[in-house]
């Protein structure tokens, strides 16, 4: 269904508008889309994140401000979210040995063994390939790139 059937509007300030609206839209929708897929592990979309970006660095440790840099929803409480999967044993934190104030974060085995069930049984990757072909998805995303840019530096200009 096409989004302005969706929100029941034809007509939009400019073409921009639309679009980014439309954005919007599709993150919502996307987001939803792996709630719903993450939902029987118990695990929620910020959860999975941070697990994602641990099991990219390990067998080494992140920093909480490491790993709040790569999160893709950088307003959540990532304090919250590591001690959430702290409790479920799927991460451990301890203090650095050198810097007493750093604490270090890592992923466990079985952190490791969820994250590989979640790959096996919810082939998100695949589903995203039928979204959009790899030129299609190429193109996107420099656009978005381009979009993020050029708002940025309007925003910086005044």
Same mark, same amino acid.
């Given at each position: 269904?096409?989004?302005?059937e969706?929100?029941k509007?034809?007509k ?5 508008a639309k679009?980014?609206l ?9 987001e939803?889309l792996?709630?719903r897929?993450?939902?029987p592990y118990g695990i929620?979309?910020e959860?999975y =994140?941070?697990?994602r970006?641990?099991r990219g ?6 920093a909480?401000q490491?790993i709040r840099e790569?999160?893709l =929803?950088r307003?959540?409480?990532?304090s ?7 409790k479920?044993?799927?991460v451990?934190r301890?203090?650095?040995?050198? =810097?007493r104030?750093?604490?270090?974060i890592?992923?466990t085995?079985?952190?490791?063994d969820?994250l590989?069930?979640i790959?096996?049984?919810v082939p998100?990757?695949?589903l995203y390939r ?6 299609e ?6 656009n978005?790139?381009?979009m993020r ?6 925003l910086?200009?005044?």
């Amino acid at each position: 269904m096409r989004f302005s059937e969706i929100v029941k509007q034809s007509k939009f300030s400019s073409n921009q508008a639309k679009a980014v609206l439309n954005v919007m839209y599709t993150a919502n929708w996307l987001e939803d889309l792996v709630r719903r897929q993450l939902k029987p592990y118990g695990i929620s979309h910020e959860q999975y =994140n941070v697990l994602r970006i641990l099991r990219g660095n390990h067998p080494d440790t992140y920093a909480l401000q490491q790993i709040r840099e790569r999160m893709l =929803n950088r307003w959540s409480n990532a304090s919250r979210l590591v001690e959430k999967l702290r409790k479920k044993e799927y991460v451990t934190r301890r203090q650095s040995k050198e =810097n007493r104030r750093k604490v270090e974060i890592k992923i466990t085995d079985k952190g490791l063994d969820l994250l590989e069930q979640i790959d096996e049984e919810v082939p998100m990757d695949s589903l995203y390939r039928e979204g959009l072909s790899s030129e299609e998805a190429r193109t996107l995303s420099e656009n978005l790139d381009q979009m993020r840019e050029k708002m940025g530096e309007a925003l910086e200009d005044g």
